[in-house]
């Protein structure tokens, strides 16, 4: 991992910082792309105290804002050559009262799948100018309890949060399914994990039953070290950079629902998204622009 530079969005806790703080001890150099500023300086000294160098960079944003995700990723590829790993680590889960962000998504859709497929475009061309680039986003399990309903993807009918949750780490997976076919033919990878249950501030400000059962749970949940355990393994393992639209659990390969790796669902989620952030995401047309 010696000078490969690392972008890891939600960096400043949890599984991000352990991921930002184990790579960087390997000799990564870390972008941390976070969203409140005291909490990213913290959480960068902390890394600082540790790795053994000072190749540790914050890029401020708010990933319920695309005007912010723009931002930030022109800041980047201004300052930056090539990005070796993009970890779309940040996610978030609402209680049960249905939100939207200041472009009208779904709160929850917006930041857990439309914010890293719009970041992931926009950098594409900084992943594929490295050697061997790899993306890697983190979904959950909880995909197993989504239900996908392309023509209603932000829950406009029946709003509730755990299902939006659900429904939001399944789109993950379907992003990650269709992006590895996308890449293909290219240096680039494209995986995704279920970090475990993990006994951290995830979900601690959700209310009614589900903030109910996480406080119930959180005695028996995993550490945020043992959580961050899959993402550093893609991110610096042989595997991780050979392995191409597959699904990890506890480092392995895994099987997720058949609706996670369905083609036409995965590339229906593709246009809308593009539809709905006013892009085209084109890998190929990047690297062949490229060469």
């Given at each position: 991992?010696?000078?490969?530079?690392?972008?890891?969005?939600?960096?400043?806790?949890?599984?991000?910082?352990?991921?930002?703080?184990?790579?960087?001890?390997?000799?990564?150099?870390?972008?941390?792309?976070?969203?409140?500023?005291?909490?990213?300086?913290?959480?960068?000294?902390?890394?600082?105290?540790?790795?053994?160098?000072?190749?540790?960079?914050?890029?401020?944003?708010?990933?319920?804002?695309?005007?912010?995700?723009?931002?930030?990723?022109?800041?980047?590829?201004?300052?930056?050559?090539?990005?070796?790993?993009?970890?779309?680590?940040?996610?978030?889960?609402?209680?049960?009262?249905?939100?939207?962000?200041?472009?009208?998504?779904?709160?929850?859709?917006?930041?857990?799948?439309?914010?890293?497929?719009?970041?992931?475009?926009?950098?594409?061309?900084?992943?594929?100018?490295?050697?061997?680039?790899?993306?890697?986003?983190?979904?959950?399990?909880?995909?197993?309890?989504?239900?996908?309903?392309?023509?209603?993807?932000?829950?406009?009918?029946?709003?509730?949060?755990?299902?939006?949750?659900?429904?939001?780490?399944?789109?993950?997976i379907l992003f990650t399914h269709e992006l590895a076919k996308r890449l293909k033919g290219t240096q680039t990878v494209s995986?995704?994990?279920?970090?475990?249950?993990?006994?951290?501030?995830?979900?601690?400000?959700?209310?009614?039953?589900?903030?109910?059962?996480?406080?119930?749970?959180?005695?028996?949940?995993?550490?945020?070290?043992?959580?961050?355990?899959?993402?550093?393994?893609?991110?610096?393992?042989?595997?991780?950079?050979?392995?191409?639209?597959?699904?990890?659990?506890?480092?392995?390969?895994?099987?997720?629902?058949?609706?996670?790796?369905?083609?036409?669902?995965?590339?229906?989620?593709?246009?809308?998204?593009?539809?709905?952030?006013?892009?085209?995401?084109?890998?190929?047309?990047?690297?062949?622009?490229?060469?």
């Amino acid at each position: 991992m010696k000078d490969k530079i690392c972008l890891i969005t939600g960096a400043n806790s949890g599984i991000g910082k352990v991921t930002a703080r184990e790579l960087a001890k390997k000799g990564a150099h870390i972008i941390m792309l976070c969203r409140n500023e005291q909490k990213a300086e913290n959480a960068r000294e902390d890394i600082l105290r540790v790795c053994g160098h000072d190749k540790v960079d914050i890029v401020l944003a708010d990933l319920s804002s695309t005007k912010q995700i723009k931002e930030a990723a022109a800041k980047i590829r201004s300052e930056y050559p090539r990005i070796d790993v993009l970890i779309n680590n940040a996610g978030m889960i609402m209680g049960n009262d249905r939100e939207t962000t200041e472009d009208g998504f779904e709160w929850t859709f917006g930041v857990n799948h439309l914010a890293p497929f719009l970041l992931t475009h926009l950098l594409i061309d900084k992943v594929l100018a490295s050697k061997k680039g790899n993306i890697i986003t983190v979904s959950s399990e909880a995909h197993r309890f989504a239900n996908f309903d392309l023509n209603d993807l932000q829950m406009q009918r029946k709003y509730n949060g755990l299902k939006a949750y659900a429904n939001s780490k399944l789109c993950n997976i379907l992003f990650t399914h269709e992006l590895a076919k996308r890449l293909k033919g290219t240096q680039t990878v494209s995986n995704t994990l279920h970090p475990g249950a993990i006994a951290s501030n995830f979900g601690k400000g959700v209310s009614g039953f589900f903030g109910f059962v996480m406080k119930l749970s959180r005695p028996f949940m995993i550490s945020e070290e043992k959580g961050a355990e899959t993402t550093i393994y893609l991110a610096s393992s042989e595997e991780g950079y050979t392995a191409n639209g597959l699904y990890f659990k506890n480092k392995k390969p895994a099987s997720p629902t058949k609706v996670a790796t369905n083609d036409y669902n995965a590339r229906r989620l593709w246009e809308v998204s593009e539809e709905l952030l006013q892009v085209k995401f084109s890998p190929v047309k990047h690297k062949a622009a490229e060469g």
